[in-house]
């Protein structure tokens, strides 16, 4: 057996911050690229295939993108409650949620111009997401009842209230038997911003949100709150802070976040709902924060970067003949490099007898 | 109305509520031993995903249902082991390592499905384990058909539930488990390696898991189907907190909830007219939220449960 520990280290070394998401990148990839060759195929050509599929054209990147909104935003949910360690995994739950409010609203009930119209489906999509994740946070701070697995419960309970909407009192008439909602009104549709592609105004916004999160979290004292709060719960209270209603405004920032994320979907990029709307867009906002080392304006940069993976992947499976799951293994062993590199930032792994106690 | 009743007098319901509650019952009390070691496994539902993928593979590709299930053991004692290794060893968050799990196990289990089997629209099946009758007592009236005509995977998973107790309860590695979940430096004084307790309860624990996900694919059904763990992993997970993380009361939470789930797809049959399904199907998942909402004023953790030990460090 071998005999280590780990020493807390006093500072770690701005190299190996910066560098260590990337290395965790790398080592994933190069991990996958054995499954590449255990499916028989070149893993370079296929990597290669996979930065085409998601970069090669204008159309490819515009998809990518369009694919990194709805989990930029998932990302940030995550990111928010992992920093109070509050820990939501509901955020699939949440934006089906936020898809509903938009159906609900957004087919036909609401009439208002463009300019209002988006930001009220916006509005209502957050609350959506919010308001779901709101009881759970209450049983949490007045029952204890843990978050984890209630978050994940009502995942499929959410699910399952999608598909008895969309095939019974919310079905679209118009849609030849498939399970699908009414089309959002044409005030309610995000614009195109890439002419003749999917890119929708919907990018912009979630990048507004990365950076409206950022200044909450790092300018403002509810930011500052919430930091404390996930350091040292019970140091944070009795210097004062306000755990209850810093977690309680956490869950519904988190839980917004993630409603709007259904949202871009329903009113972006398909304008209806469907009951396959998210390939668990929500799951992958927690890798995307994990990536991003819980910084909001990082966020954007991992949630592209998944999207292309995913994106990416499409294509290689097809020219290569490798089955698309390989995207989701490729950001699962993410999610666990990344949490080796971060034990390897914070810490020394010392073998015993190597340092000498004095 | 009152055939709302009779429905808990048929022996096909009881045979329902053991075939439903015997995944349940491996990956719950899985669960008990890693959390009464001090680890948190988020990983059961992934692992129970690929035990469930493997087992099946490895029958499908000629080997016999009993080295299925030993596929299904070892495959989850390897996700065991990584886990291990990431939340014991080195100290990572047991939350985030347990998603990644879930997350590596389920999509390298559809990944060497579909390698495999690239082209199936319809699942393949393969001949899973038949009900054997057991000699006197299968011929009991209404006991008979509800409790001795399982299959042998059913009385094996009653065989290992009654390892899994004598090893928490007689031995001195359920003693050393259940220390390192409660006060690890105490276990270090005593000359124990509590990294090597809780890898040890970790690696049984997911086996248990897969075991449970095999139970799915060789016994329960034939095929296997993407997603076919549907969140049976967590409702494990909030039993385990129903069960106040005690092996006996899981067994019998895991065997009223079964219980409640082949009472719900009878009365299903009975009001399916009226109540959609969907809101039969979301009863399973509202029920684990009840059990722990009712669970969480008595619920007493693991005292050292998420908390990483680290050697030579004082809490």
């Known amino acids: ?24 990148i790398l080592v994933a990839i190069i991990l996958a690229g054995i499954l590449i060759v255990l499916a028989g195929a070149n893993p370079f050509q296929s990597y290669y295939q996979l930065i085409i599929g998601a970069f090669g054209s204008k159309n490819s990147v515009a998809e990518t993108l369009a694919r990194a909104t709805p989990i930029i935003l998932t990302g940030l949910a995550a990111s928010i409650a992992f920093r109070a360690k509050f820990w939501n995994i509901g955020a699939e739950g949440q934006l089906y949620f936020g898809a509903l409010a938009t159906t609900f609203f957004g087919t036909g009930l609401v009439v208002l111009p ?50 008895y909407l969309l095939e019974g009192p919310w079905k679209d008439p118009m849609s030849l038997g498939w399970p699908q909602g009414k089309s959002v009104i044409e005030e309610g ?145 993410t999610v666990l490099c990344i949490l080796l590199s971060l034990v390897f930032v914070h810490y020394k792994i010392l073998f015993f007898g190597a340092k000498k106690y004095d | 109305m009152i055939e709302f009743i009779e429905i808990i007098f048929t022996a096909g319901f009881w045979a329902a509520t053991i075939r439903i509650a015997c995944p349940l019952i491996l990956a719950t009390i899985g669960e008990v031993l890693c959390e009464r070691a001090g680890v948190l496994n988020l990983g059961i539902e992934g692992i129970m995903s690929i035990g469930a993928m493997v087992g099946w593979m490895t ?22 082991l990584i886990h291990a290794i990431f939340t014991v060893y080195l100290g990572a968050s047991q939350h985030v390592t347990g998603i990644g799990i879930t997350m590596l196990a389920s999509s390298l289990g559809f990944f060497c499905f579909k390698l495999i089997l690239p082209a199936s629209t319809t699942p393949p099946k393969i001949k899973p384990f038949q009900p054997i009758d057991i000699p006197f007592l299968s011929e009991l009236p209404f006991l008979g058909p509800a409790f001795f005509q399982h299959t042998p995977f059913t009385y094996l998973a009653i065989l290992v539930v009654i390892f899994a107790f004598w090893l928490m309860n007689s031995t001195p590695l359920g003693l050393s488990i259940k220390m390192a979940g409660e006060n690890p430096m105490a276990l270090e004084a005593q000359g124990i390696d509590v990294f090597l ?10 086996a248990l898991m897969a075991v449970g996900g095999a139970y799915l694919t060789l016994s329960a059904f034939d095929a296997f189907y993407f997603g076919m763990i549907n969140g049976r992993g967590w409702i494990a997970i909030a039993l385990v907190i129903f069960a106040s993380w005690k092996p006996e009361r899981a067994l019998m939470g895991a065997l009223l909830f079964a219980g409640l789930d082949a009472y719900q797809v009878r009365a299903q049959q009975l009001a399916g007219a009226i109540i959609p399904y969907q809101f039969f199907l979301m009863l399973p998942f509202l029920l684990s939220i009840v059990a722990m909402v009712i669970a969480a004023k008595r619920t007493r953790y693991p005292k050292a449960l998420l908390i990483p030990f680290r050697r030579g460090e004082r809490h």
Request: proline fraction near 4%; avoid cysteine; aromatic fraction near 10%.
């Open chain 1, 1 to 24: 057996m071998i005999k280590f520990r780990l020493e807390e280290r006093a500072n770690s070394p701005y190299w190996l911050i910066i560098l260590s998401p990337f290395i965790a």
């Open chain 2, 197 to 206: 307790v809780r890898t040890i309860a970790v690696v049984l624990g997911s």
């Open chain 1, 189 to 333: 549709v995000l614009p195109q911003i890439l002419s003749k592609t999917r890119l929708h105004l919907g990018f912009i916004i979630s990048i507004f949100f990365a950076f409206s999160i950022w200044f909450i979290l790092s300018k403002t004292v509810i930011g500052y709150r919430i930091k404390s709060v996930g350091l040292n719960a019970a140091a944070a209270s009795h210097a004062g802070v306000p755990i209850f209603k810093t977690v309680l405004v956490v869950a519904l920032l988190s839980g917004g976040m993630a409603g709007m994320a259904g949202v871009t979907e329903t009113a972006g990029l398909k304008g209806y709902l469907t009951l396959d709307l998210s390939p668990g867009f929500g799951y992958a906002g927690i890798a995307v924060a994990m990536l991003a080392n819980l910084n909001p304006i990082g966020v954007i940069f991992s949630g592209v970067f998944l999207a292309s993976i995913y994106v990416g992947a499409d294509a290689m499976s097809r020219a290569m003949n490798v089955p698309t799951y390989l995207a989701d293994v490729i950001v699962a062993l």
């Open chain 2, 59 to 80: 029958v499908f590709l000629g080997a016999d249902l009993y080295t299925g299930i030993l596929a299904a053991l070892i495959i989850g004692g390897i996700f065991g």
């Open chain 1, 114 to 163: 463009s300019i209002l119209m988006i930001p009220f489906l916006f509005i209502m999509g957050a609350l959506a997401g919010g308001l779901l994740l709101l009881p759970l946070v209450l049983l949490k701070l007045y029952y204890k009842v843990d978050e984890v697995v209630t978050t994940l419960l009502l995942n499929f309970v959410v699910v399952l209230l999608v598909s």
